[in-house]
């Protein structure tokens, strides 16, 4: 038997998700319950929904990384932060590093006669559509979808989201591709690999 403590924790874990409206009927009338009695909780509802409120306002097509955190962690302090002065040994690193992989591609531009990466465990004869899903999108949706068009996950989500989906050889890629584009509720974007 669960504590009233262990409810609320559970409840609180829940509420960024309660908050994006992607939780299921059991589980929002869990959080709601414990919502009209608690009123921390419904302040911590109304500092999610301002966090969303303002992500939502300042879209960007980046991940602003170690920069966009030190800007965040500076408004939430409100106070600037110290710049930071790079190392001349860090300097010089880096653009060994830079110089490397520059060398490096160079190489293999210019002796690539056969591939040298083949990633186990992928159909050979399949081909590759890269996917983003709407961060909106419920899995039960993403599940169906794929199931009615018989189509694969075959890696993902990277590091920015993106899916690797397998396409039969018996299925036409265009048209595969069209209905993924087509599920705009669903699906963020599509397009076919190399």
Known sequence: MTSKLDSKERVSELLPFYVNDTLDAEERAEVEALLSVDEALRREVELLNLIRGAVKEDEVDYTPGEFGLARLRREIDGRPAAPRRPRIGMVATSVAAA???????????????????????????????????RPSAQEQQISALLLGLDVTIIDGPSAIGLYRVAVPEAQDMGAIMAALSNMTDVVESVDATE
Request: proline share 3%; no cysteine; hydrophobic share 55%.
């Open 99 to 133: 110089m490397f992989v520059f060398g490096s591609l160079i190489y293999l531009s210019m002796n690539d006669r056969e591939p040298r990466f083949v990633q186990a465990g992928a159909d050979a004869s399949a081909r590759v559509l890269v996917v983003a899903f």
